[in-house]
């Protein structure tokens, strides 16, 4: 049944009718709706992948009514007609010269044997029995993929946790037989694998670096490869093409052992003026031919702290590396307290914790260290005796040892108590001696210095000769 309206409605019914007389009998069967259509539209057409020689392309299938005939597509007569030409308008509709069966929610053809850098105008409808539908058109360049970035090296993070960053060189602008129209660098692609052969994406980069924060999987190597996408514009088919890959890997050295007993991890470390502590670093390194350990600090440290030698031991047959840590006294530094972070760091720069321990500078009694202690001075009834005392206390419990160097903490010197010793007793008192004066030393305002410097002055009377006074 032709010369239908498109878009309308009909019914249909059918009568059986008897060749030896007139007319028609029976009810006739029953009535058939059917709604008439035009031609398919326009197919969602797109891009999905570009080589050098070969264009990928796709588009959804229409949406048909089969279930009025009780069949398929197929029995819609339904297959595609496309065509493909080189430097083609898309003002001028391309030849359809080339027919495609399939079925597919999602259509692919590619076509191959193209000139590499010349555009092409892609062109596909579909056929039914409504007739050929609305041509759907988009044009296309093949081109080569962009070159390997160069230079690429895995080497080791450690700005907050262990992990690797890849760099590379970025690669020259995309060419295509020297056509650089409508190409730009869009983004890197970075994958990674355990074993060399089955990569996994780990994330795009914009620039020329990626970091990768890992967990340390010692004993292992890390491959990586890096590839730039170039984007090419809309007015050659927007399409991004990932180009070549560079590789690169790095090794993990296995986590060194710590050997030792002492000290222990969360140790209290006191270090004094007559003993000076030497600690023995030792650690087991499975390893040691391909890494090898260096003993480092982490954070701050005092000055106090020096290795011993300065480079570690490494004994290749036992697989041991050691170093001394020798620790002194600062009276400067002390009331400190420091904790150390012991780490090792492999020859490719990932690190592992040894041993960490708190590092302690007593600080001594504020004391006089002018006069000596036990010095001795004779005098006269009615003759001045002066003595210059001085105090300091250069501690900094409590304090930024920068502000302790500097300033340490306020001294100052008092009297506690004097014996007079005779030839026949001895006799304490808390109180100055007869004629005596203890005068702190001012510097304007400041009364009490650090050191702090007092005069002791004192004119004996009558009655103080023969005495010695402690």
């Not at 020297?178 to 089955?198: P, R, T, W």
């Not at 990586?224 to 170039?230: I, L, S």
Request: net charge neutral; charged share 15%.
């Amino acid at each position: 049944i032709s010369n239908l309206r498109p878009n309308g409605i009909y019914d249909f019914k059918v009568f059986a009718s008897n060749l030896h007389e007139d007319g028609f009998s029976g009810a006739g069967s029953p009535i058939l709706t059917i709604k008439t259509r035009g031609p398919i539209s326009q197919l969602d057409l797109s891009i999905q992948d570009v080589t050098e020689t070969s264009l990928l392309f796709s588009w959804k299938r229409p949406l048909m009514d089969s279930t009025l005939f009780g069949g398929s597509d197929s029995d819609l007569g339904l297959y595609y007609r496309l065509g493909i030409q080189i430097n083609a308008s898309v003002t001028v509709p391309a030849m359809l010269d080339q027919n495609l069966v399939d079925f597919r929610a999602t259509v692919f053809f590619n076509a191959t044997g193209l000139a590499v850098g010349k555009v092409y105008l892609f062109a596909v409808a579909a056929q039914d029995a409504a007739g050929l539908g609305a041509i759907s058109q988009i044009k296309a360049r093949p081109y080569r993929p962009s070159t390997a970035p160069v230079g690429l090296k895995a080497s080791v993070f450690t700005a907050d946790k262990n992990g690797t960053v890849v760099e590379w060189a970025v690669p020259l602008p995309p060419l295509s037989q020297g056509i650089v129209e409508g190409l730009q660098l869009s983004h890197f692609k970075v994958e990674a694998s355990s074993d060399s052969l089955h990569f996994t994406e780990i994330g795009l980069s914009f620039t020329n670096r990626f970091v990768h924060l890992i967990n340390p999987m010692y004993g292992t190597t890390i491959w990586y490869r890096v590839a730039a996408v170039v984007e090419q514009s809309k007015d050659f088919g927007s399409v991004n093409h990932t180009g070549l890959w560079a590789y690169c890997s790095i090794y993990i050295g296995e986590s060194p052992v710590w050997t030792g007993s002492t000290p222990a991890n969360n140790s209290r470390l006191v270090a004094r003026a007559d003993f000076p502590i030497s600690i023995q670093l030792q650690v087991f390194v499975p390893e040691v031919e391909r890494t090898i350990i260096q003993f480092k600090t982490r954070g701050t440290y005092p000055p106090v702290i020096s290795w011993i030698p300065s480079a570690p031991i490494v004994d290749l047959s036992a697989k041991v590396v050691s170093q001394n840590l020798s620790i002194n006294y600062n009276a400067d530094l002390a009331g400190s307290e420091y904790l150390l972070r012991i780490v090792g760091e492999d020859n490719f720069g990932f690190r592992t914790p040894i041993r960490f321990f708190y590092l302690l500078l007593p600080r001594p009694e504020p004391s006089l260290v002018l006069p000596q202690n036990n010095s001795f001075y004779t005098t006269r009834i009615g003759c001045d005796l002066s003595i210059s005392l001085t105090a300091e206390d250069r501690t900094s419990a409590g304090l930024d040892p920068g502000v302790a160097w500097t300033n340490g903490f306020v001294t100052g010197i008092a009297l506690i108590e004097v014996n007079t010793i005779s030839r026949y007793r001895s006799k304490f008192s808390t109180g100055m001696p007869s004629g005596a004066s203890l005068s702190v030393q001012s510097n304007g305002s400041v009364q009490m210095l650090n050191p702090t410097t007092s005069i002791f002055q004192w004119r004996p009377v009558k009655g103080q000769e023969g005495l010695l006074h402690r």
